[in-house]
């Protein structure tokens, strides 16, 4: 809520967001519904129907793997025909891929995960930022990762896809910000969803949460809240930027 004019703070504002069925990506979802946004579910896992129909309002979901561009071009193409425009992207889906050390990878999981956390957010850039130029403007918010920052042990190929993500989104803040399109990345730290649950064995969840300053994971309604400032006028000037929301975890 908009303290000075008492209004919602996204009301009226179109976004698309990936990786929407749960976890980081269901949470980003209800809170941009909250603040008064029409939001575009995209999700590999046919449950994003039923999230977005639990969260009501003019929310759509599209079920399809965010890699093959005709996914993405036909959300895009059915979200402009809807409602216009869109006026916020959040590249959220991502995979961390078998952990294993450098050595040990594999081809095939190097290709899925650079595939799903770089080539996608690429396309999907790619395929909004014509509409966001000609309709004057937009913000972007990438979902990187702290690991984008630091290194972490059997997340290599995690790691470099991340990082890749960063340097993308400043790259693209430079080329639009003439166009008063914003592109910024997020940076969590240990969030507790299916994806954080997959890395950590029984017993290391302790170890995991305190590697951060609070001493705990975050819930994915506390990025959930960083993605919505980003996307909303309050982050006006705050372009190009790598914002870790990670509980103190980099401020060794
Ligand atoms: N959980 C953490 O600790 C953490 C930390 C830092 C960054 N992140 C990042 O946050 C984002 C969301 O993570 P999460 O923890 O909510 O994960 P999650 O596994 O709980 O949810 C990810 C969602 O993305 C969807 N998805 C995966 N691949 C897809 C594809 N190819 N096409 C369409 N949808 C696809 C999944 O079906 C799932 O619904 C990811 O980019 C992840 O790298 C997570």
């Not at 590697?211 to 190009?240: C, M, Q, W, Y």
Request: charged content about 20%; glycine content about 10%; proline content about 2%.
């Amino acid at each position: 809520m908009d303290i000075v004019t008492g209004q919602l703070r996204l009301r009226g504002k179109l976004a698309l967001v990936t990786g929407a069925a749960q976890g980081i990506g269901e949470a980003t979802v209800r809170r941009l519904a909250s603040e008064g946004a029409r939001v575009v579910c995209v999700d590999l896992d046919d449950k994003v129907v039923a999230m977005a129909q639990a969260v009501g309002g003019e929310t759509l979901a599209i079920v399809g793997d965010v890699t093959d561009v005709t996914v993405l071009r036909a959300a895009v193409q059915e979200t402009e025909r809807r409602w216009g425009r869109i006026d916020i992207l959040v590249n959220n889906a991502g995979i961390d891929g078998a952990p294993a050390l450098l050595a040990d990878g594999e081809d095939r999981d190097f290709d899925r995960v650079i595939d799903v956390n770089l080539r996608a957010c690429w396309l999907a850039m790619k395929l909004v930022l014509p509409g966001m130029v000609a309709g004057g403007g937009g913000a972007i918010v990438n979902v990187a990762s702290v690991a984008a920052l630091i290194g972490f042990e059997t997340l290599s190929i995690y790691s470099a896809s991340k990082a890749a993500l960063v340097g993308m989104t400043r790259t693209a803040a430079l080329e639009y910000g003439r166009h008063n399109i914003r592109v910024n990345a997020l940076c969590p730290g240990g969030v507790l969803t299916p994806l954080a649950l997959s890395f950590m064995d029984e017993g290391t969840t302790q170890a995991w949460a305190d590697k951060h300053a609070l001493k705990r994971f975050a819930e994915p309604e506390e990025i959930a809240a960083a993605v919505a400032f980003l996307a909303s006028n309050d982050a006006s000037f705050i372009t190009g930027a790598a914002i870790p929301v990670d509980g103190g975890m980099t401020a060794h």
